[in-house]
């Protein structure tokens, strides 16, 4: 994860519950929870939610804009509006009830992601605003 000073404006560690991250640009903040990582994917404003559910398992909703889920050298995008439960390392042996069947001869996926994933209510919340658009804040569930 780059540090603040090259090219990072903020970067937050979640541990247990749910924050909220509110940002105009990417690049300006990124969150690690869980070894995963969660930023912005474009320059426009973007708001998602972020809540750790269990040691392995993790929910994403991207409210407004998108993110870049990364873990273990996979990546996702999670389009405006997308809600996933994310499910780290799953297991191979196939006991997870929501994991797809897994093609022979491929290796096991760093995660796994579940449409519409159960929420969470937030316990924490980040706002983080360019001081140079502090004229431009909207509502976090959009106007």
Do not use: C, W
Request: glycine share 10%; charged share 25%.
């Amino acid at each position: 994860m780059p540090k603040t000073g090259q090219g990072l404006e903020a970067e937050a560690e979640l541990v247990q519950g749910t924050l909220v991250l509110s940002t105009a640009r990417a690049g300006e903040l990124e969150i690690e929870a869980r070894e995963a990582h969660i930023r912005p994917a474009g320059n426009g404003r973007t708001v998602a939610q972020v809540s750790v559910i269990g040691p392995k398992e993790l929910h994403i909703y991207a409210r407004r804009g998108a993110v870049l889920f990364s873990y273990r050298g996979e990546s996702k995008t999670i389009t405006e509006g997308e809600s996933y439960e994310v499910i780290l390392d799953p297991p191979e042996d196939g006991s997870e009830k929501k994991r797809p069947a897994q093609k022979p001869g491929r290796p096991p996926k760093a995660f796994l992601l579940v449409a519409g994933g159960a929420g969470a209510a937030a316990s924490a919340v980040i706002v983080y605003e360019n001081h140079q658009h502090k004229e431009e804040m909207e509502s976090p569930d959009r106007p």
